[in-house]
T-cell receptor
Framework: KAGVTQTPRYLIKTRGQQVTLSCSPI?????VSWYQQTPGQGLQFLFE???????NKGNFPGRFSGRQFSNSRSEMNVSTLELGDSALYLC???????????????FGPGTRLTVL | QKEVEQDPGPLSVPEGAIVSLNCTYS??????FMWYRQYSRKGPELLMY????GNKEDGRFTAQVDKSSKYISLFIRDSQPSDSATYLC?????????????FGTGTRLAVRP
């Protein structure tokens, strides 16, 4: 079974631009979560999508947004980029069965965003 | 103060040593505890998953959770150079409320041949 895939793997943008990152979950997984990883703050939760609805949100400004499509693929968007947005953006997928089992999160390789 | 505290290291040990990695946390609502391993330029990979207090063993890895002390540990026996990576502890409150994981900042481990 293929793992979580993220595109692109590397991205360079300038301040003020916007960026869209894509995540394809493991087949059959319905939940997608996004995390930002920086050397100073570590991994921080951005948001989670399940069945095309945002279920959970972290403490990030409104410039960070996301969506999920009917095939469970997800995108996140960052508008008006700032230097501090340079980070590794990780996507994780999980089954999210109603019984609670199988909620282990499997991470993709990440998209490394550099803002100049 | 962060919800989850983890010594960033780096931790350098000789091959074959027993490695002890630890995290402390402040949120008593955490019920699920995980250890992830992250190699350079890769995403985190789940190593161990534990519910509530107790021990769990998987091969050379043992995870311990002490909820009364808000302290979790990962032990690696017979450490190998291939274990050199960053180890991240992660926690969540309960499965039905969503998949938000709160991570420690990670401990970088180097196992010397």
């Amino acid at each position: 079974k293929a793992g979580v895939t993220q595109t692109p793997r590397y991205l360079i943008k300038t301040r003020g631009q916007q960026v869209t990152l894509s995540c394809s979950p493991i087949s059959g997984h319905r939940s997608v979560s996004w995390y930002q990883q920086t050397p100073g703050q570590g991994l921080q939760f951005l948001f989670e999508y399940f069945s095309e609805t945002q279920r959970n949100k972290g403490n990030f400004p409104g410039r960070f947004s996301g969506r999920q499509f009917s095939n469970s693929r997800s995108e996140m968007n960052v508008s008006t980029l700032e230097l501090g947005d340079s980070a590794l953006y990780l996507c994780a997928s999980s089954l999210r069965t109603s019984g609670g089992a199988g909620d282990t999160q499997y991470f993709g390789p990440g998209t490394r965003l550099t803002v100049l | 103060q962060k919800e989850v505290e983890q010594d960033p290291g780096p931790l350098s040990v000789p091959e074959g040593a027993i490695v002890s990695l630890n995290c402390t946390y402040s949120n008593s609502a955490f019920q699920y505890f995980m250890w992830y391993r992250q190699y350079s330029r890769k995403g985190p990979e789940l190593l161990m998953y534990t519910y509530s207090s107790g021990n769990k063993e998987d091969g050379r890895f043992t995870a311990q959770v002490d909820k009364s002390s808000k302290y979790i540990s990962l032990f690696i026996r017979d450490s190998q150079p291939s274990d050199s990576a960053t180890y991240l502890c992660a926690m969540s409150e309960k499965k039905s409320s969503g998949d938000k994981l709160t991570f420690g900042t990670g401990t970088r481990l180097a196992v010397r041949p």
